[in-house]
């Protein structure tokens, strides 16, 4: 098998990136409506319930030998360090903007660190997710499942020790059917994000997850603006976020082209002989 064979296709890339994008886009939005339209006072709690989800999926997939990733041994902790922090910078600061930003874009200091500190998080954990992700190691489900079991519960002493917990305890939708059917739809779309981050990163550089993720932070804010009702007409707010949504855009169309050209020119160049 030639190097250029071993590449994963364009269609690989493309659907691997537009899952992600999905799947981020769906669950901002489902969070977005648990803790502002429901008022849920809790997004620790509810990055709790997305993990144990992760593991609750992948174990039992493994038990049923549908997926395989390796037992634990007290190697895997070196091996992953430091994706579980990072990981856990990522879920908890996405929740924390989520919470803290409206879909008006108005100003909030601390809902925009919390978005900035995301973006830095988003990068380093791609980066780290596909130097991780050697099939002769842990592979994509192991360390989806070791990230998940590692932080799952400093994630809960936070919740715990900052109060989360009990304002989840105490909120007063719990008997809401409508209100527990997004909750549990919130933590299957957690796990599968996650699946997605891994999927994009293998097939991606970890540049273009970030990018992709940035372009869905936007996309949340047109539609905050078509469907929310409460979006405040800003020229310079407006200019930046068309031209945010602009580059990250030409960026992906040119990502993209560039990882096609290798393959065609090695294609090219492939001895005839060697093609039969």
């Known amino acids: 098998m030639t190097a250029a064979a071993a590449e994963p296709s364009r269609a690989a890339r493309l659907l691997s990136a537009l899952l992600y994008g999905g799947c981020s886009l769906l669950l901002v939005l489902l969070n977005k409506a648990l803790l502002t339209a429901y008022g849920f006072p809790s997004p620790v709690f509810l990055g709790i319930g997305q993990m144990a989800t992760t593991i609750m999926i992948l174990y039992v997939a493994k038990l049923n030998k ?23 910078g990522n879920h908890l600061s996405g929740l924390w903007s989520t919470s803290k930003l409206s879909s008006d874009l108005a100003f909030n200091l601390e809902g925009y660190i919390f978005v900035f500190l995301n973006d830095i ?82 097939y991606n550089s970890a540049l273009t997850t970030a990018v992709v993720g940035a372009i869905k932070n936007v996309s949340v804010a047109y539609i905050g603006m078509l469907v929310g009702g409460d979006y405040i007409f800003s020229l310079l707010n407006f200019a930046g976020l068309n031209i945010c949504m602009a580059g990250g855009l030409r960026y992906s169309f040119l990502t993209l082209g560039s990882q096609l050209k290798p393959n065609q020119t090695d294609e090219e160049n492939v001895p005839l002989d060697t093609k039969s």
């Open 121 to 202: 998080f988003t990068a380093a954990n791609g980066v780290y997710t596909k130097q991780k992700m050697d099939p002769k190691e842990l592979g994509k489900y192991g360390v989806l499942f070791y990230n998940a079991c590692f932080m799952v519960i400093p994630t809960f002493l936070i919740s715990v020790s900052t109060g989360d917990l009990q304002q989840a305890i105490e909120f007063h939708e719990w008997k809401n059917i409508l209100f527990i059917l997004q909750f549990l739809l919130s933590c299957l779309l957690g796990f599968l994000l996650m699946f997605a981050t891994v999927l994009c990163s293998h």
């Open 66 to 88: 549908i997926i395989h990733f390796p037992d634990f041994d007290k190697r895997i902790p070196v091996k992953l360090f430091p994706l579980p922090l990072l990981y856990i």
